[in-house]
Each structure stands twice: as C-alpha cells, then as structure tokens.
C-alpha cells in the first residue's frame, strides 16, 4: 500500500444519507458543502446502499459523484455489490414474474420482505443500474480482501478475483431467472467465520489464501446481530476469527452512529487499524 494513501472503509449504508455524510465529513473526505475534500485518500463502501432506509438513491447519486470529484484529485472512490443492490435490479428486470411455480414468489415479493423502498425503485434510472453492474464482488486493497457478504457464495463462481467479478457481471447482464434467484438465495447466508462456528477461523483463511489478501473486510451482517451490544453502542468494526477477519456493518439501519474505518499497514495478523 502506498504510505502516503489513505484507505478508509465504510459500512452498509441501507439509505441512511445522512448519516453517511456525517461519516464522510468526520473522516476528513468531504466538506461541508458534501464535496470531495479527500485528496488522495481512497475510499471503500461495502455494498447494500439500498433498502430498510429512506434515500438509497440519495447515498447512490452521493457515491457517483464522489467518485468523479475523487479521480480529479487522484483520489478515489470504490464500491463493493451489495445483495440488496441485485434484489433491487432483480425486481427492475423481472418486476413481479413469478420465480418458480413451485414457490409461488416474485423478486418483488422478496425484496419488499428485505425493505424494499418503492421510492428508490421508481427514481432508478438505467445509469444508476449500470453503476450498480459495474460493482466488483470483490476487491484487494491494503492487503486486505473486501467482500460484502461474510459467506462462501463465491466460492463457487470462481478461483480468482477475476473470475468471480467476471461470473458476477456476467449474471446480472443476463436473464437467467433461475441464476439469479440462485445468487440472491446464496446472498442471504452469513456468519460463515464467526468465532463460535465450527472452522470459521480456518474458512476465513481459506478464502484469504485462494483470493489473496491478509484479512477479509466485509459488511451484510450487523455486528449487533454477532455480538448481541444495542445497535447504539457500536461505534467500530469488529474484529474476529482469530484476526482474520473485520465486519464493517455498523446496523446503521438498526439505529446505530455506523463508524468509519482506517486500514492502516498491517503489523500482524490482529491489526485493526483506526475506526472513527
């Protein structure tokens, strides 16, 4: 990692605008007009902007043009794919067509049970959807792995970075309906490395040894649903599986502050970095 760099994380935003301006202004990255005041930093989100909150479409055009004013600055700004992000462009594509018979449900359906905002699917336009396809599943940066589920879903896309970014573009430019359902179902998993699950730890390294990196950075599952503490009383990223892995996901939607997050140059294999 470039010393000079900033790299700082945030977590699943799920509409909460205001509260991601608040974190952008008190991490240094925008000013108080929510410009792009970052410089050089890089900036990582990790994915689900929609749902459950009142203004995924206000975070989604915030994001676009931050990354347009971070490039100006060599700065930048990146994004992980969210589940809820597919769901969302699920029910764009397929509307309320029945999955399978045997089920008897819709995209739609399924997304109004996850807190689907009818708001942010009438204002979507085809250029917040293609924003949306060009997300990466996964991504290295400071030599950590950054996913947003904290599951194996990926496993079976591909053995590379690549190859599952590659996998994941490709389903979202298609209308397999089964594929999709598939991948949505898949999405839904979580807590694949906690502590308390047999081999978590060693799922963890596992991933961290077929895609690279030292730690898994992610979002999906909020930290309060790990750890049991009142969504208000978290304020940092949760460190666990032995060092292995850091969950971003603050519960912002819950009513929790959410929480930035520094990745600092890693010493060993328990360095956290610097939350705010």
């Known amino acids: ?5 900033r790299v700082v994380v945030i977590g699943d935003v ?13 991490a240094g990255l925008i000013d108080d007009q929510r410009n792009w005041s970052g410089g050089t930093a890089s900036l990582w989100l990790t994915g689900d902007f929609f749902d459950r909150g009142p203004d ?3 975070v989604v055009d915030l994001v676009m043009r931050l990354q347009r004013e971070a490039l100006a600055s060599s700065g930048k700004v990146a994004a992980l ?3 809820h992000e597919v769901m969302v462009l699920a029910v764009r594509r397929f509307g309320d067509q029945i999955v399978n018979d045997i089920d008897g ?16 699917l009438e204002a979507l336009t085809e250029s ?23 599951s194996l879903m ?3 896309m591909g053995k590379t970075i690549g190859a599952v970014n590659n996998a994941v573009a490709a389903l979202l430019e298609g209308d397999a309906i089964v594929a999709w359902d598939r991948f949505i179902r898949d999405a839904a998993k979580r807590k694949a490395f906690v502590d308390l699950q047999p081999f978590g730890a060693a799922l963890a390294r596992h991933m961290l040894h077929r895609y690279g990196g030292r730690q898994i950075v992610h979002g999906h599952t909020p930290i309060t649903a790990m750890t049991g503490a009142e969504p208000s009383k978290v304020t940092r990223p949760l460190l666990y599986a032995n060092g292995a892995c850091i969950n971003m996901d603050g ?11 520094e990745l600092t140059p890693m010493k060993d294999a328990t360095d956290l970095g610097t939350a705010g």
């Open 251 to 261: 519960g912002m939607y819950l009513g929790g502050p959410g929480f930035w997050h």
């Open 1 to 5: 990692m470039d010393a000079t760099r």
């Open 56 to 58: 995924g479409i206000g």
């Open 14 to 26: 799920h509409g909460q605008l205001e509260q991601l301006t608040r974190l952008l202004h008190d």
């Open 81 to 83: 794919l969210g589940n």
């Open 154 to 156: 990926y496993k079976r």
């Open 105 to 120: 449900y819709s995209f739609y359906d399924v997304w109004i049970q996850n807190g689907g905002n009818e708001h942010d």
């Open 128 to 150: 917040h959807a293609d924003w949306i396809r060009s997300l990466p599943a996964m991504a290295l940066e400071a030599e950590r792995l950054l996913m947003h589920p904290d």
